[in-house]
Structures are given as C-alpha cells and as structure tokens.
C-alpha cells in the first residue's frame, strides 16, 4: 500500500521568508502524482502545486516550487516570501497505479510571523 | 457559481441518529468521492464513485452508505451514528485521467453528541 509521511507536524517562518516543508513517499508503482494541497483556517483544501512523476522538471507555481527526488521518493514544497495569507496546514498526497484516490500525508501547519 | 457544493457545512446531532450529507458538483466530472478527515486532521478517503458506480470503499462500516443519483450528485448517509463518527466530511470530484485535481467541498463538520 501507497504511504505518505510528512515528519514536520509545524514549521514556522518569518514574513518574506523562504520556508522548505517536506513529503516522502512509498509506492512500487512507476506512474503517479504528488500533490501539495493547503487548508486554510476555513476549511478549504486548495491544490497548491502538481507534479506527474514521469516529468523530471520540477514543478513550479508563482512563488511555490517542489524538489521532487524520484529516486529517494522525496515531494518538498518551497514557499518563497512567505506572506501572511500563506499560514495554513499543508498536506502531501499522492495518486497512481490506475486510481484518482488521493492519499494523504498528515500534514504541517504552518505559521507565518509578521 | 461554488463548483463542489456540500450541505449542511454543520450538523450536530446525537448519537444513535440517521443524518445525511449532499454533495453537488458543477465541473462536469465523472468521479466523486468522499474523504474523512479526523480531529487530528488526518483526511482518508471513504468512498469513490465514477459514473454513478461504486468503485472504492474503504472498509468503512455499514452505517455508511453513498449514493449517487446522478454523476453530478453524491450523498452520504449515515445510520445509528456514534461518537467516533464526529469529523469533517469532504466530498470531491475530479476528471477520470491520471493525476486529475481533485476539488472539494467546503467539509461538513459533524459532531455527534
């Protein structure tokens, strides 16, 4: 079974700074996707960034960006000049071998300090 | 226009009830599912539909049952529910191909009493 781990349950980060949050993986499957989503205090879970894992470029979306290591089945995001609005949980999900069921990491909260 | 639509966004209720949840989407999407997230945020998924037919259910109990009358509709009910039934509930829809967003609904926290 696909399993995803995000060990950092918080992270913080100072206004317009560059904060790094991390996601592996574990599957036996060659074709998949990784998801970052974020959840906002009002509930909503927004997809954040996408990446195929056929695609070696990395993913890139304004201010976020993945490093995405198939080989070591490692997803991290990167926020560059952090703003207030991106204060959040952060979830890292994967989806493959034939099926759209996402499966979740258990999520970093993030704080943003003006 | 809310392209994922869930009804009600709060329900508390006590146990040993039957209550339902309704989910919409105006995407145009063939698949929707719906996930559990627990109180420790943990989001898992419960069920999927793809056309109207079941095609994941993820050992939940009896008590829970989608339907789905339509592709752009997919209901949850739930029967004698407990206290461990107390979560957010999120219905989500994407396109049937790989890697497809999913979009999901605004969650319907149930606390059951």
Redesign the interface.
Known sequence: AQTVTQSQPEMSVQEAETVTLSCTYDTSES???L?WYK?PP????I?VI?Q?AYKQQNATENRFSVNFQKAAKSFSLKISDSQLGDAA?Y?CAY??G???????G??TKLTVNP | DTAVSQTPKYLVTQMGNDKSIKCEQNLGHD?M?W?KQDS??????MF?YNNKELI?NETVPNRFSPKSPDKAHLNLHINSLELGDSA?Y?C?S?Q???????F?G??T?LTVV
Not at chain 1, 42 to 45: H, T
Not at chain 2, 96 to 102: F, K, S
């Open positions: 074709d998949y996707y998801f959840q009002s509930r909503q879970m997809l996408r195929e949980m979830f989806s493959g034939g099926s759209e069921k996402l499966v979740f258990k999520g | 698949t599912y996930y420790k945020k943990f989001l898992k998924i999927s994941i957010v999120f989500a994407s049937v191909r790989g890697g497809a967003e999913a999901f605004q969650g926290r």
